[in-house]
């Protein structure tokens, strides 16, 4: 056993990325350069904007705020290493390495699910109980969300992290991902890995699953409470603000399930590829947009940003 150590903590793995066709490398290096450098961009912009803006300190712009940071942290995790790794005949990383990436991926990931039901839940208050929307959404009790989606995404992580850490790789060490990820690590290993499979359909259950199906039943209260709405215009911005969220909850919870709630036998490397692109960059690209564009107070706060003039609540 001892030799078996030695063997995995000595040789690194080897990422083989998106395709390890030379002729697609090129390409594929100025399309994800494009994502990453947009959503870099997208989401830091918004965070800057939210933390100069006085007018933009109301609870759901503090949780997008955190969230923005959490998918900015998310791409740079594994990105910079996947377009490094496309103009380079280098595509090794170190035990250690892939260990450390992991702890973000996982850390970041988890706590995008719980800031995204936060998210859901201050748009259920809004919408369902207005006139409590100051009391139940204080600064207390968003702080409290946010720093408990932090606080369990780093707790999910770690535990992750030290079973991870026991498992031998005494076959192959390349990896058919374009970033260190648990399937394909999984498939690697030479240890018993059920009791990590096992934790994954039960603990990774709750931090992935719940969040979604609390997100799901906010949004089914929320459109029985738009169908009582009296203006048609109320309906429509309500529906309006609702639909660009679950546009990004369904991306990101669909493909997430689907990538990691199978059983290892069964995980396919170039579908899980493809589903983990759409949570770990397409995603995270989506947000600003979808958050920006179609707020005006953002809006509003961007331009101010640029122009160096200071918004305030009153002009919002």
């Known amino acids: 056993m001892d030799a078996v150590n030695e063997t995995s903590e000595g040789a690194p793995f080897i990422l083989l990325g998106l395709t390890t066709s030379p002729g697609q490398q090129g390409p594929l290096f100025v399309v994800f350069l494009v994502l990453y450098v947009a959503g870099i961009l997208g989401n830091g912009l918004i965070v800057a904007a939210i933390q100069a803006s006085s007018a933009l300190h109301a609870p759901m712009y503090f949780l997008l705020a955190h969230l923005s940071f959490a998918d900015l942290c998310f791409t740079s995790v594994t990105v910079p290493k996947m377009l490094a790794n496309l103009i380079s005949h280098d595509r090794s990383i170190s035990l250690a390495g892939c260990l450390t990436q992991m702890y973000f991926f996982f850390a970041l990931g988890v706590t995008d699910s719980c800031l995204l039901a936060a998210m859901a839940y201050d748009r259920y208050v809004a919408i369902r109980h207005p006139l409590h929307y100051a009391t139940r959404m ?155 564009l179609r707020n005006r107070d953002m809006q509003g706060a961007l331009r101010a940003l640029f122009t160096g003039r200071r918004i305030s609540a009153s002009d919002s």
């Open 138 to 292: 204080s600064r207390a009790t968003c702080t409290a969300l946010v720093g408990t989606a932090w606080l369990v995404s780093h707790v999910h992580s770690l535990l992750h992290i030290l079973l991870m850490a026991r498992l031998s790789f005494c076959a192959s060490h390349q990896v058919p991902h374009f970033f260190c990820d648990h399937q394909p690590l999984l498939r690697l290993s030479c240890s018993d890995t059920r009791h990590i499979q096992l934790l994954i359909f039960t603990e990774g259950a709750a931090v992935v699953v719940t969040p979604f199906l609390l997100i799901l039943a906010s949004y089914a209260a929320i459109a029985a409470a738009v169908l009582h709405l009296p203006s048609a215009s109320g309906r429509l911005r309500a529906v309006s603000t609702c639909t660009s969220h679950l546009a990004v909850v369904g991306l990101f919870y669909g493909t997430v399930i689907a990538v990691y709630f199978q059983p290892t036998s069964q995980y396919k490397a170039e579908q899980g590829c493809v589903a983990t692109v759409m949570y770990t960059v397409v995603t995270p690209m989506l947000n600003p947009v979808i958050y920006s």
